[in-house]
């Protein structure tokens, strides 16, 4: 059974049907992996995050698509070998993100990382673009597109948002270098995120469209509205030297005309933003990682609200709802939270993938959700880190760090690993730490142009 992420809650009963769900998908229940010997170390803190860090990292370096170096869709411990030339073009994009916090910290050669991107951006160069737009899916074979559901076989606006992000942070990292290989590096990624047409995906109204089809055109009809994931398109789609959208673009996609704005409470905590299907909740943890490996939330606003409070609140709300446990999932605790969208599975012992969220609460917890919350909750985020690393380290973390899901409750947890999923980890831990992704990608040129053409400020990087 093909296992997908669903980006967002709202998509997710339309494209379900093609690759199974939590409801219905029937793989075999998968438990504890084998148990190496007892490990009985206790890092420090400091050990902790550089572990995860460089664990992380592996996802992208020693399992990347063997042929464009970028990343794969997925891999399974169990069967190394499945979907193993299918790359994740959002996941790629957090992957490159990953990379250059590899060089950063020295935990790869720089001389040899610089290659490997190289091989990358020539083969999305020469890979499938639809308007300038990638596909969900492309393969590492080919280049071409690889259907993500039957529709859903051009351009997929949101996977090329997220790529292109990393793009503009590979290309404001090398951008000032002496090294010819490094500086046309920084060209390429410069010419790669110029080309994408980002104001075709409006069809001509005041809102982005996330999947065109060069055999269905705009029939998944799928609009891009606040709050959610995708909020990074419309910052980029702004930003472009060469396809831009209007304000009212944004404005009125987006925003809603202001109907972004939520004045609900949870755990006496402001949920602030109107987290799309949560109903005065808040939605998956994603939401509030995607977009900001490199989009600096941190007193980031429009006229409508607040980013920085937007996100923090998200992760703060999150852990509280892990320590009230409405649910009574046994294993729930203030270190051991975290709800995002991951693998899971249900009561039957039904497997498949679920947005995890307050409003969707299987008795998961996806590793990636805490972790990667590390610049909204960091307290929190390092307790959760210890309970991996200090007291579940032979349970799970596997050869490229945290598994992707598990379940206390149900003595469950699935030997896999998403790129979407650790993509996220790397990224956030490093700018919590130094800004580094933050700072690269808020003081490029054509970002900051983008983000005061849309209208925002941030007391952090002076606009």
């Known amino acids: 059974m093909n296992l997908f992420r669903t980006i967002s809650f709202s998509l997710a009963t339309a494209i379900l049907f093609s690759y199974g769900s939590c409801s219905n998908g029937r793989e075999p229940d998968i438990v504890e992996p084998p148990i190496d010997p007892p490990h009985t170390t206790r890092?420090?803190?400091?050990?902790?995050?550089?572990?995860?860090?460089?664990?992380?990292?592996?996802?992208?370096?020693?399992?990347?698509?063997?042929?464009?170096?970028?990343?794969?869709?997925?891999?399974?411990?169990?069967?190394?070998?499945?979907?193993?030339?299918?790359?994740?073009?959002?996941?790629s994009g957090f992957g490159l993100m990953t990379v250059l916090v590899g060089i950063k910290n020295g935990y790869i050669p720089r001389a040899e990382a610089v290659?490997?991107?190289?091989?990358?951006?020539?083969?999305?160069?020469?890979?499938?673009?639809?308007?300038?737009?990638?596909?969900?899916?492309?393969?590492?074979?080919?280049?071409?597109?690889?259907p993500f559901s039957p529709m859903d076989n051009g351009g997929d606006l949101v996977e090329t948002a997220f790529l292109v992000q990393g793009l503009i942070c590979v290309r404001e990292y090398f951008k000032t270098s002496t090294d010819?290989?490094?500086?046309?590096?920084?060209?390429?990624?410069?010419?790669?995120?110029?080309?994408?047409?980002?104001?075709?995906?409006?069809?001509?109204?005041n809102v982005l469209y996330w999947h065109w089809s060069p055999n269905y055109s705009f029939q998944m009809n799928h609009k891009l509205q606040g709050f959610d994931e995708t909020m990074i398109t419309y910052v980029l789609a702004?930003?472009?030297?060469?396809?831009?959208?209007?304000?009212?673009?944004?404005?009125?996609?987006?925003?809603?005309?202001g109907g972004i704005k939520n004045s609900a409470s949870q755990y006496g905590i402001p949920v602030v933003a109107n987290h799309n299907g949560a109903t005065g909740n808040v939605g998956p943890m994603f939401w509030s990682h995607y977009s900001f490996l490199g989009l600096d939330p941190r007193g980031l606003s429009d006229e409508f609200v607040n980013y920085g409070d937007v996100t923090a609140n998200h992760a703060k709300i999150m852990y509280q709802y892990g320590i009230?446990?409405?649910?009574?999932?046994?294993?729930?605790?203030?270190?051991?939270?975290?709800?995002?969208?991951?693998?899971?599975?249900?009561?039957?012992?039904?497997?498949?993938?679920?947005?995890?969220?307050?409003?969707?609460?299987?008795?998961?917890?996806?590793?990636?959700?805490?972790?990667?919350?590390?610049?909204?909750?960091?307290?929190?985020?390092?307790?959760?880190?210890?309970?991996?690393?200090?007291?579940?380290?032979?349970?799970?973390?596997?050869?490229?760090?945290?598994?992707?899901?598990?379940?206390?409750?149900?003595?469950?947890?699935?030997?896999?690993?998403?790129?979407?999923?650790?993509?996220?980890?790397?990224?956030?831990?490093?700018?919590?730490?130094?800004?580094?992704?933050?700072?690269?990608?808020?003081?490029?040129?054509?970002?900051?142009?983008?983000?005061?053409?849309?209208?925002?400020?941030?007391?952090?990087?002076?606009?």
């Open 115 to 146: 290659s490997r991107i190289g091989t990358a951006l020539n083969f999305l160069q020469n890979a499938d673009r639809f308007h300038g737009a990638w596909s969900h899916w492309i393969s590492g074979s080919t280049g071409n597109v690889i």
């Open 238 to 257: 702004a930003a472009s030297p060469t396809y831009s959208i209007e304000k009212s673009v944004y404005q009125q996609g987006w925003a809603r005309n």
């Open 43 to 91: 890092y420090t803190d400091p050990q902790i995050v550089e572990m995860v860090q460089k664990d992380a990292l592996k996802y992208f370096w020693d399992y990347a698509e063997v042929n464009s170096k970028l990343a794969r869709e997925r891999y399974h411990t169990e069967n190394p070998g499945l979907d193993a030339n299918v790359v994740s073009a959002g996941g």
């Open 324 to 463: 009230s446990n409405p649910k009574g999932w046994n294993g729930y605790s203030a270190k051991n939270w975290g709800l995002t969208a991951s693998y899971s599975r249900n009561a039957d012992g039904s497997t498949g993938y679920a947005a995890h969220q307050p409003n969707n609460d299987l008795g998961i917890i996806s590793p990636t959700a805490a972790i990667s919350n590390f610049p909204y909750t960091p307290t929190e985020s390092m307790n959760y880190l210890r309970f991996l690393y200090n007291e579940n380290y032979e349970k799970l973390i596997g050869v490229a760090g945290p598994y992707d899901a598990y379940s206390l409750h149900y003595n469950w947890v699935t030997p896999r690993y998403l790129a979407i999923d650790q993509g996220t980890i790397a990224p956030m831990i490093e700018n919590q730490k130094s800004a580094f992704l933050w700072d690269l990608f808020m003081n490029a040129p054509d970002v900051r142009s983008g983000l005061v053409k849309l209208g925002f400020h941030s007391t952090q990087h002076g606009f």
């Open 180 to 205: 010819p290989t490094e500086l046309a590096l920084s060209q390429k990624a410069d010419e790669l995120w110029k080309g994408v047409e980002w104001n075709w995906y409006t069809q001509g109204q």
